[in-house]
């Protein structure tokens, strides 16, 4: 037993000094720094800092979401981000990673990063005839926000869809983002249909693909050339942090990146 630990600690040891921490940098800069910061102070308070965590810890973290040890309790939890974001590190990178956040000093109390420059911004604008030229494919009930979700997409992206091709450029998908009218318990009141009652408009989501748009991220991020934004009731632009989208959206690169494909197609039968 004690020879067993001696080899567990003598592993962990090698793989510490073999761990690259320029390269580690490099990682932060490109990819990790976009949610975490490259001085490991996190861009929002949904995200964690890294700054000053044990090497040890950060890399066998990467490996429970690479391995799937930790998942996401829905597809765009941040735990289920980051098991995309880590099944794309090889052993040696999840090393490197680790050992460069390592090096930080902690975070100060309220200290946040900037986002990056190339994830901020968004190609899309909205969509202003949408209600007349799009399609209404789908709806969805949202309980633990006591929403509801109108989805829309335009013929481009419809057509292709019900052919069963990928989506080309120029398709744009696009949902209502309402809360839902509540009874006096404050639960969901639902319709004849089983789906929530929509209320009040609060936001709009949506994703379209363009030629080239996909270019400005880097491979570990890039979902072929599609962009993300959010949108508020008034159709004014609100800050997003596209990492997050991108993350959320990796794993569906058979799907066209997009979790309704099949009730896209369906909609243009």
């Given at each position: 037993m004690k020879a067993a630990i001696g080899l567990g600690i003598l592993a962990l040891a090698s793989s510490a000094q073999a761990a690259d921490v320029g390269a580690g940098k490099a990682k932060a800069e490109a990819v990790c720094g976009a949610c975490h910061g490259v001085n490991g102070a996190s861009v929002s308070d949904t995200i964690p800092n890294l700054a000053g965590q044990r090497a040890a810890y950060l890399e066998n973290q990467l490996k429970a979401f690479k391995d799937g040890l930790r998942k996401g309790a829905s597809p765009a939890a941040p735990t289920a981000i980051m098991n995309a974001m880590a099944s794309q590190l090889s052993p040696a990178e999840m090393a490197d990673v680790a050992a460069f956040y390592a090096t930080l000093a902690p975070a100060a109390p309220g200290m946040k990063s900037s986002q990056f420059p190339n994830v901020a911004k968004t190609h899309l604008t909205f969509p202003e005839n949408y209600q007349q030229t799009f399609v209404k494919y789908l709806t969805i009930n949202f309980p633990a926000t006591k929403q509801v979700r109108y989805?829309?997409?335009?013929?481009?992206?419809?057509?292709?869809?019900?052919?069963?091709?990928?989506?080309?450029?120029?398709?744009?998908?696009?949902?209502?983002?309402?809360?839902?009218?509540?009874?006096?318990?404050?639960?969901?009141?639902?319709?004849?249909?089983?789906?929530?009652?929509?209320?009040?408009?609060v936001a709009y989501t949506a994703m379209a693909t363009g030629a080239g748009w996909g270019d400005e991220f880097p491979d570990m991020l890039k979902n072929g050339d599609w962009n993300y934004a959010v949108f508020s009731a008034e159709k004014q632009q609100r800050p997003v942090n596209q990492a997050e989208c991108l993350g959320c959206h990796k794993p569906l690169d058979k799907a066209s990146y997009v979790f309704t494909l099949k009730e896209l197609a369906a909609a243009g039968k």
């Open positions: 989805y829309f997409a335009n013929p481009a992206a419809v057509q292709a869809a019900k052919a069963g091709k990928p989506l080309p450029d120029g398709s744009y998908l696009f949902a209502e983002v309402y809360s839902a009218k509540l009874d006096d318990q404050k639960n969901p009141l639902k319709g004849a249909d089983g789906q929530f009652v929509g209320d009040k408009l």
